[in-house]
């Protein structure tokens, strides 16, 4: 498609996500960049309402991929899609002073900048919070997740279970023979009543992925066995050459329990991950699946070592520390859901921080210097507070 | 009344129960509608693969980007309304479980499919027979794998 039809449907097409915004309340914005097919930087723009909406994209060029320079795409952008929602105006117009601080709210359109955590990335969200482009910005959760599964490499049991698991993955899925062989021996296996899937690579750049391929040899570890078994039975000069470190890791009886521990944990953070990149997710689930995985450690996951389970609690405060912004604690304090967890993760430290002191941070950021505008807001906050203590034990309904 | 309908989605919740806490609602609801996560944008990225591929190389940017725009929006505008199909994840439900406080008011709803911007396990291709590798060479594969991008 190409020509005045192209330029036809794309008018209609942003006409369109033009009236969604308008209905809009607030929004959301998030900027990432990726690498084209022509080997040029290419960023997007997505305004979140909270459905997702692709608003632009731009590309830099000859420019340095800096803070400044994103932010100035960024506004541009956002100025020329959003030129019709603000008339004349221009994003800064709603910290006006003189407007009361409630005011300033409602008309601030644009809420929260999300970004993935590469330095200039985190400099342009502060930068566009000091040019009152959005009220807060915040670190993306679920790349937060992914660095924990990163840290989760260099951990044991976590090391040993990755490398052995990668190590048969990468054998049998680049070896043609051997990959052929274990296929035949896993069909055989799954004929006959057996859950076997096929052994599973994760992407370089998404490391949660690490529960899939340690799931996926663990799942495989009879076929594989047979498949040696078989592979010794061959003619000399019809045999696999297979690698004595894949055979040693097939073979040793400690492989399994070494793998079978490591799996709890890893599916947990794998599936909060793909939680926190659901559309419609709400921004609480930040906050409240960080602190749940990190209770989880303190009373859960008893096949972990003591030193491995402090550890992990280590990297969750440390990569929610790198994302957090005192209202996506507020957030989670508002969110019905997690009100079981609230007076369990009260003491916990987070980055020296407590959450109650973050989300008092939250309602002071929020409130400004209007003093009736804060009352107001703890009013409330203690009122929903009081709500939840008057319902059941750990039963939060009617 | 407290907190009946925690498996909504929060700002659902908001706008149905919210009601005694005016000035907290209007705070909450504009929280509710932010994302926790960039990966709308890893989404939007994945349709820009599918217009500007290895075959169209040539294409301008300018028009990549209207493809991908009227690919990805319309999708996104022909879903039903997400918040009230929302329904907390059976993963939540689970870390609940495990710290003995799965206090549910209804059914845990289908875990939420992956987000496809994001590249799923399995994805990587891996070219060429590795059975003439050195074990040396393999385990420099085998760390190439495991130290891959940090993503940072």
């Known amino acids: ?398 | 009344m407290a907190f009946a309908g925690r498996d909504l989605h929060p700002a659902q919740w908001w706008v149905l129960m919210g009601e005694p806490f005016p000035t907290l609602r209007v705070v909450a609801l504009r929280l509710f509608a932010l994302p926790p996560s960039a990966a709308g944008g890893e989404r939007a990225f994945k349709t820009a693969k599918l217009v500007h591929t290895a075959v169209r190389n040539r294409l301008d940017p300018a028009k990549a980007d209207m493809q991908t725009r009227i690919m990805f929006n319309s999708a996104q505008l022909a879903r039903a309304d997400i918040i009230a199909s929302y329904g907390r994840s059976c993963a939540e439900h689970m870390l609940l479980e495990r710290l003995g406080m799965a206090a549910v008011d209804q059914a845990p709803a289908a875990p939420p499919a992956p987000a496809d911007g994001t590249e799923g396990a399995g994805e990587e291709d891996y070219a060429g027979d590795i059975e003439e590798v050195a074990p040396a060479a393999f385990d420099a594969i085998v760390e190439g794998v495991v130290n891959g991008d940090d993503n940072e």
């Open chain 1, 1 to 398: 498609m190409g020509g005045r039809l192209l330029i036809g449907a794309a008018g209609t097409s942003d006409g369109q996500v033009s009236e969604r915004m308008a209905g809009a309340r607030t929004c959301g914005v998030s900027i990432d960049g990726m690498t084209s097919v022509t080997h040029k930087g290419v960023y997007n723009i997505i305004v979140y309402l909270p459905l997702a909406l692709y608003l632009a994209s731009f590309r830099l060029g000859a420019d340095r991929s800096t803070a400044q320079n994103l932010l100035v795409e960024l506004t541009q952008g956002l100025q020329a899609r959003l030129a019709a929602r603000y008339g004349g105006a221009t994003f800064s117009d709603w910290a006006d002073p003189g407007h009361t601080r409630e005011n300033q709210l409602a008309l601030c359109w644009i809420w929260g900048l999300v970004t993935d955590n590469p330095t200039p990335m985190r400099l342009m969200r502060r930068l566009a919070v000091d040019a009152k482009v959005c009220l807060f910005s915040y670190g993306c959760a679920a790349h937060a997740g992914n660095l924990v599964a990163k840290d989760l490499a260099l951990i044991e049991p976590f090391k040993s279970a990755l490398r052995d698991s990668v190590a048969v993955g990468v054998f049998f899925t680049r070896s043609t023979r051997a990959g052929a062989l274990l296929a035949r021996n896993a069909q055989q296996l799954r004929n006959a009543g057996a859950k076997i899937g096929s052994l599973e690579l994760y992407s370089r750049t998404r490391w949660v992925g690490e529960a899939a391929t340690i799931t996926s040899v663990l799942a495989n570890l009879l076929a594989l066995r047979r498949t040696l078994a078989d592979n010794r039975h061959e003619p000399p000069a019809a045999r696999i050459r297979i690698l004595p470190r894949v055979e040693t890791i097939i073979d040793s009886p400690t492989t399994e329990p070494s793998l079978a521990k490591c799996v709890p944990f890893l599916k947990a953070l794998a599936s909060s991950v793909a939680v926190l990149e659901a559309d419609a997710a709400p921004l609480s689930s930040a906050v409240g699946i960080f602190s749940a995985l990190r209770l989880c450690l303190d009373q859960s996951f008893a096949e972990l070592p003591v030193a491995a389970r402090s550890s992990i609690q280590g990297s969750l405060g440390r990569r929610l520390s790198l994302i957090q912004d005192p209202l996506l604690v507020l957030a989670f304090y508002l969110d019905p859901f997690w009100c079981p967890v609230r007076q369990r993760v009260a003491a916990m430290q987070w980055d020296g921080t407590t959450l109650p002191t973050l989300r008092g941070r939250a309602v002071e950021f929020l409130a400004g210097d209007d003093a009736s505008y804060s009352l107001r807001l703890s009013r409330d906050l203690a009122a929903f507070f009081d709500v939840r203590r008057a319902a059941p034990r750990g039963l939060c309904r009617a």
